[in-house]
């Protein structure tokens, strides 16, 4: 913990240094941004603009676009009102010392237009149809969050929808599913994985890519989402890049837990602006520094960033592109002196870039238009620790180009349609070779080699309606089809939901849909006859209850249900669940003999949600989810799988005294998840882990649950400002267990933690 003592120390010298030169007058910014129409994202002139709680505001322009000036620096809540339309709050807008803080805002209009309608409903948008099924969240809420080191994953995970498993990873469990039924989205571009060292074939990883400040806006989707999103059957991240400063440059420097680096911006032209980000880690510096023994810091940096330019008033292109690359080589020793079962040298290098052509067509339709090139190529060997088998040589390369079309149009006051494409054509090099071993029950599986390039397509086509036949009701149908040539299928999924407002502080959804996803093509790829597998699918049934306790308070209770045919199984192990392999074994590393579609499972549940936005001093969000999930192997037995925790109960908040401090805290309690304790005379006479194949998933972890805290403090000079923080996770160092894992150098059971408690500090000087 040495470093750490060193750390506090320049800490504590930055925070004397900055009083000692804080401006001792109040400095000012300016707030800018648009205000558009929800449905059809048009302008709208006229809108009034209040900051709350000041006597500061505006008027939107003609083209929808409005400007604030010598706003005080301190953290706002911003309102955008206009007749006939339903208000709109945002909260969180952080004012700088000399900066420009963009706020931008999508109204709805109302069903009945009078000078007498208010509608309350300002922090959460109650008029918005496709916010069914979704939670969104700010930049600002996503970088203060305690316990997620400005990680998007990490924050989505208080949510009373995500199981709670092991800290070390941000996996996406969402609703019982397994962490490959995700789909993350940057501005319209499908991206495979935000992570760094990221599990292939799947959506989670140990740390963030994406830097929080690009972010302008996140909706994560649970359940239920619309035909505009295919190929996931759980969720979708739906991740919006903000635009840099169009007038001035802007630069900040970072040094955190993901590492050090800095944010540039400014504009481009008359018409256009960047934003640009470069990171890298710093942990192997650390360790070099401390002496730290054996252990091996993993090294990772990622450049990512986004051009807009405006071509008329109504065209408007974007380019975005991200860059990460990921190295890791613990050796023998580390190996062993760290009870590593696996070790050996890790390269892996993720792109993707993308570029977006927005079109508004007339006051009643606009289309966005998206080309996408991604690309994730692997470098990877492992070793076994105790036998120095090379166990697996994985040399991957995953590609693919991307177009993707959606188009709005409204009809007329009642009616709507959405509709457009999805196409991608993959381009797949896998040179991978997997030793015999024993599997997970003791079998043994012989050495496999796959070499070989496959490339196919996806298409996809959606169409979605929307019909408002009076005030406070709202119902969508729509469907898509979608072909994939490894297999030769096509699928076809109804969806339909529907929103009434019982009064402007209640609102009941519900909805129901099928959600068809491919399989991996890593997967695919270890057995001719792994081609004509069908694709597995799941079918929703999702109801729901809204209510308004003030306008910047919701309470939301929600009853889903999940049901998913034709998984994949492994006719050699019927009663394990190959898709959970993905979390709590190796992957879809390990050679599989040829797979059936005889797998189903089952989710269902209930979630209470109570969420308070920052209008004031304090915000929080308090939740609780009682669930099951289940799997039926192909010995066609119910068993539970590892991500049931049965019971999750979190609560996070915060408060802000005033503009230069501010506390926050979460908690959280999770169930103990399933395992399948080992057979202990098989595992001791292999040396290595068998399950008691009898005892599937019959026991228990013990229960979960830690707590976060952490400070901010803000500095304003009269043209910077500069961010200290202070964090702990796990702040009174419960040893929770992530699992049980067979000591091959004991010979004998033992166990990997959670983490322990983890002090964090993080330095943004914003230039």
Do not use: C
């Amino acid at each position: 913990m040495k470093q750490y003592f060193y750390a506090s120390i320049g800490l504590l010298l930055l925070i004397i240094l900055a009083n000692t030169l804080r401006s001792q007058s109040l400095p000012t910014g300016t707030i800018e941004g648009i205000v558009l129409d929800g449905a059809s994202q048009t302008p709208l002139i006229g809108v009034n603009v209040i900051v709350m709680n000041t006597t500061l505001g505006g008027i939107t322009d003609i083209t929808g676009r409005f400007t604030l000036k010598n706003v005080p620096v301190g953290n706002y809540s911003v309102q955008f009102r206009m007749i006939g339309y339903a208000t709109v709050a945002k909260a969180d807008v952080i004012v700088r010392p000399q900066r420009i803080t963009t706020v931008s805002a999508d109204l709805h209009e109302l069903a009945v237009e009078s000078e007498q309608v208010v509608v309350t409903a300002g922090y959460f948008q109650q008029n918005d149809i496709q916010s069914m099924n979704s939670v969104g969240f700010s930049r600002e809420e996503i970088r203060r969050a305690p316990g997620s080191g400005g990680d998007v994953s990490r924050i989505i995970m208080s949510l009373p929808s995500l199981a709670k498993v092991n800290d070390q990873s941000n996996s996406l469990i969402v609703r019982g599913g397994s962490p490959f039924e995700n789909a993350f989205y940057i501005d319209g571009i499908e991206i495979p994985n935000i992570n760094h060292f990221p599990t292939q074939g799947a959506t989670g990883g140990p740390i963030g890519m994406v830097n929080v400040d690009l972010i302008d806006e996140v909706n994560f989707h649970t359940g239920g989402f619309s035909p505009l999103y295919g190929d996931k059957l759980s969720s979708i991240l739906d991740i919006r890049f903000r635009e840099g400063n169009k007038n001035n440059f802007d630069g900040q420097l970072d040094l955190n837990i993901a590492g050090f680096g800095g944010v540039a911006e400014g504009p481009l032209g008359e018409k256009g602006s960047y934003v640009l980000s470069a990171r890298r880690s710093y942990l192997e510096y650390v360790m070099k520094m401390f002496d730290v023994g054996t252990t091996v810091a993993p090294s990772y940096g990622d450049v990512q960033g986004k051009i807009v330019y405006a071509l008329s008033p109504n065209h408007k292109v974007s380019l975005i592109g991200l860059y990460g690359d990921d190295h890791n080589n613990p050796d023998l020793k580390a190996a062993i002196e760290n009870d590593m079962i696996y070790y050996g040298p890790q390269d892996i290098y993720q792109s993707a870039a993308g570029i977006t052509w927005r079109a508004l067509w007339g006051k009643n339709a606009y289309s966005t238009t998206s080309i996408g090139y991604l690309s994730s190529r692997f470098n990877e060997d492992f070793f076994e620790t105790n036998t120095g088998i090379h166990l697996v040589k994985n040399r991957s390369t995953e590609a693919a180009f991307s177009l993707r079309n959606v188009n709005h149009v409204k009809l007329s006051a009642i009616h709507s349609v959405e509709f457009g494409i999805d196409i991608k054509r993959l381009m797949n090099e896998y040179d991978n070779s997997y030793a015999a071993y024993s599997d997970a029950v003791g079998d043994s599986i012989g050495a496999a080699v796959i070499d070989q390039n496959i490339a196919a397509e996806k298409i996809g086509m959606f169409a979605n309606y929307i019909v408002q036949p009076f005030s406070g009701l709202s119902m969508t149908i729509g469907s898509r089809a979608d072909y994939f040539s490894i297999n030769d299928r096509m699928t076809v999924s109804p969806r339909a939901s529907l929103a009434f407002q019982f009064d402007e502080l209640t609102t009941f959804r519900m909805s129901s849909g099928v959600y068809y996803q491919n399989l991996p093509v890593l997967l695919i790829s270890q057995s001719t006859s792994n081609k004509s597998l069908k694709d597995p699918y799941a079918v929703h049934y999702i109801a729901g209850v809204d209510h308004l306790l003030s306008d910047d308070t919701k309470l939301s209770v929600e009853a889903y249900m999940k049901e998913y045919y034709d998984f994949p199984v492994d006719p050699a192990d019927p009663s394990l669940f190959l898709v959970d392999e993905v979390f709590y074994r190796a992957g879809f590393f390990l050679n599989h003999s040829p797979l059936s579609n005889d797998g189903k499972a089952r989710s269902r549940g209930i979630e209470f949600t109570l969420q308070k936005k920052l209008a004031h001093d304090f915000y929080g969000l308090a939740s609780a989810t009682f669930f099951r999930t289940e799997y039926k192997g192909s010995d066609d037995v119910w068993r539970k799988r590892v991500f049931d925790n049965k019971i999750i109960v979190s609560a996070e908040g915060g408060y802000k005294p005033n503009n230069e401090w501010e506390f926050s805290a979460r908690w959280i309690y999770a169930g103990g998840t399933p395992y399948t304790p080992f057979d202990l005379s098989q595992s001791q006479q292999l040396k290595r882990a068998v399950f008691d194949t009898d005892k599937i998933n019959s026991s228990r972890y013990p229960a979960y649950h830690s707590m976060n805290l952490r400070f901010d403090k803000r500095f304003h000079f009269q043209s910077s400002n500069l961010v200290l923080y202070v964090s702990a996770w796990n702040v009174y160092d419960r040893k929770n267990v992530a699992a049980y894992f067979w000591n091959e150098k004991e010979n004998g059971q033992d166990t990997i933690y959670q983490w322990n408690l983890l002090p964090i500090f993080g330095i943004e000087y914003e230039l």
